[in-house]
């Protein structure tokens, strides 16, 4: 009887990990394309990545100090993952005012508005682009070519490869005879053209993802049906017309595709808890990608497609139920 009895509430079960582990992972994992990025745009890339950085830490000390009064949470570094990010989805010669925008849409809109981290709808840093793309499209598609550590004297400034390709179908012309009429391999046509900062470099990215899964901070079953849902798609289309319609290898390894199916339809907050939730998110991001690209007047539709399936989430929540513990 001389023993007392301790009663807690639940959680009981605590891992050893904590949101600013988390990030500090995913902060690692996007060191690589972070690096390619500057090694091909040079001191351009470098500094659109210490201003978006700098200016989501900053606008998010500023409302939590000043307009929530309560203690700062740059500290568990999201809002650095959040300018990371952002910084991904800027061209190199992104004004410094257009970032400082980008911030505060990303960071005071989309996160701050909602109650802070874990509470938004969502992804900032997605919410952030489309918003700088539809206000500032002449700033946010302009792919001049700026010297990097790294030479490219075959680059061509001015669209990406889907914008490319997108305009050479409207004009009348084909696939083929755009890469015949300008002496291009699909290989050289993937390298040659504009790009992001976080679109230079598939296998950076998909290398950080990698460590990603082996540090068990994401899963893989949501890339994994964005990437088999395009596959399948974009498949279908180029068997049935080659000749307007992008084959799987092209449509997985140009635009946002690996940025956004590894690091940003995964984020925590935005994305289905249970499997079966995630893997429909999933799908419905891939389908909504490749008709966007098919058929819409953008030529990439990443962000489009997990802002819009941002919104489901909520319902494969309620739909989809992980097992409870204990239960059969």
Same mark, same amino acid.
Request: proline share 5%; hydrophobic share 50%; aromatic share 10%.
């Given at each position: 009887?001389?023993?007392?009895?301790?009663?807690?509430?639940?959680?009981?079960?605590? *891992?050893?990990?904590?949101?600013?582990?988390?990030?500090?992972?995913?902060?690692?994992?996007?060191?690589?394309?972070?690096?390619?990025?500057?090694?091909?745009?040079?001191?351009?890339?470098?500094?659109?990545?210490?201003?978006?950085?700098?200016?989501?830490?900053?606008?998010?000390?500023?409302?939590?100090?000043? #307009?929530? &009064?309560?203690?700062?949470?740059?500290?568990?570094?999201?809002?650095?993952?959040?300018? =990371? =990010?952002?910084?991904?989805?800027?061209?190199?010669?992104?004004?410094?005012?257009?970032?400082?925008?980008? *911030?505060?849409?990303?960071?005071?809109?989309? &996160?701050?508005?909602?109650?802070? #981290?874990?509470?938004?709808?969502?992804?900032?840093? /997605?919410?952030?682009?489309?918003?700088?793309?539809?206000?500032?499209?002449?700033?946010?598609?302009?792919?001049?070519?700026?010297?990097?550590?790294?030479?490219?004297? !075959?680059?061509?400034?001015? $669209?990406?490869?889907?914008?490319?390709?997108?305009?050479?179908? %409207?004009?009348?012309?084909?696939?083929?005879?755009?890469? *015949?009429?300008?002496?291009?391999?699909?290989?050289?046509? #993937?390298? !040659?053209?504009?790009?992001?900062?976080?679109?230079?470099?598939?296998? $950076?990215?998909?290398?950080?993802?990698?460590?990603?899964?082996?540090? &068990?901070?994401? &899963?893989?079953?949501?890339?994994?049906?964005?990437?088999?849902?395009?596959?399948?798609?974009?498949?279908?289309?180029?068997?049935?017309?080659? !000749?307007?319609?992008?084959?799987?290898?092209?449509?997985?390894?140009?635009?946002?595709?690996?940025?956004?199916?590894?690091?940003?339809?995964?984020?925590? @907050?935005?994305?289905?808890?249970?499997?079966?939730?995630?893997? /429909?998110?999933?799908?419905?991001?891939?389908? /909504?990608?490749?008709?966007?690209?098919?058929? %819409?007047?953008?030529?990439?539709?990443?962000?489009?497609?997990?802002?819009?399936?941002?919104?489901? @989430?909520?319902?494969?929540?309620?739909?989809?139920?992980?097992?409870?513990?204990?239960?059969?």
């Amino acid at each position: 009887m001389g023993k007392s009895l301790l009663v807690s509430p639940s959680p009981h079960l605590h *891992a050893n990990v904590s949101t600013t582990s988390l990030m500090r992972d995913v902060i690692i994992a996007l060191v690589p394309a972070s690096i390619v990025s500057v090694l091909f745009y040079g001191w351009a890339a470098l500094l659109v990545f210490a201003l978006s950085i700098v200016s989501c830490v900053l606008v998010e000390w500023v409302i939590t100090k000043y #307009l929530m &009064k309560k203690p700062s949470t740059v500290g568990d570094l999201s809002a650095v993952v959040t300018g =990371l =990010l952002l910084a991904m989805n800027l061209p190199a010669t992104t004004p410094w005012w257009i970032i400082l925008i980008g *911030a505060i849409v990303a960071i005071g809109v989309a &996160k701050m508005s909602f109650g802070g #981290l874990g509470q938004n709808i969502f992804n900032p840093a /997605i919410t952030a682009r489309v918003f700088l793309l539809i206000s500032f499209p002449s700033y946010m598609t302009n792919w001049t070519a700026t010297q990097g550590f790294i030479s490219r004297p !075959d680059a061509v400034s001015g $669209a990406t490869p889907l914008g490319v390709i997108k305009e050479a179908i %409207g004009s009348g012309s084909t696939i083929p005879e755009y890469l *015949a009429a300008n002496n291009l391999t699909s290989v050289t046509f #993937l390298q !040659d053209m504009g790009a992001s900062l976080g679109e230079l470099s598939s296998i $950076a990215l998909l290398l950080g993802f990698v460590y990603l899964l082996v540090r &068990k901070v994401v &899963k893989a079953w949501i890339p994994v049906s964005i990437f088999a849902t395009v596959i399948l798609i974009s498949g279908i289309f180029s068997l049935i017309n080659p !000749d307007i319609y992008t084959g799987p290898v092209f449509n997985i390894f140009t635009g946002g595709m690996v940025l956004g199916a590894c690091f940003m339809a995964t984020d925590y @907050v935005t994305s289905p808890m249970s499997t079966l939730g995630g893997i /429909i998110y999933g799908v419905g991001i891939g389908v /909504i990608v490749m008709m966007i690209r098919y058929f %819409g007047s953008y030529p990439e539709g990443m962000s489009f497609a997990i802002l819009i399936m941002n919104c489901v @989430v909520p319902l494969l929540n309620i739909w989809f139920h992980q097992k409870k513990y204990g239960r059969k």
